[in-house]
């Protein structure tokens, strides 16, 4: 992350992608990345952007949330009914 604005930009995920377990990943794969997640446009991940973004590419943790919601919702739908 830039410590001056608070950002991460493709220098710094390409500099810190060694400790991400992105060492593998070319330039343009890592750009791939950064332009699926920028969701305000700005050419930079934000916290938040980041954030999503590492959670929309872990099948696992997509998997996890799904089956919480679905009991959250179940146990919702069980006690109004």
Known sequence: MDSD????TFDGLK????????QDFSDDDLMNMLREGDIDGDGALNQM?????MFRLSPRLMAES??????I????FDNYY
């Open 5 to 8: 604005t608070g950002v991460i």
């Open 15 to 22: 500099k810190n992608s060694a400790l991400m377990g992105l």
């Open 49 to 53: 952007e980041f954030c999503v973004l």
């Open 66 to 71: 799904e089956l919480l919601l679905e009991s």
């Open 73 to 76: 919702l179940q146990h919702e």
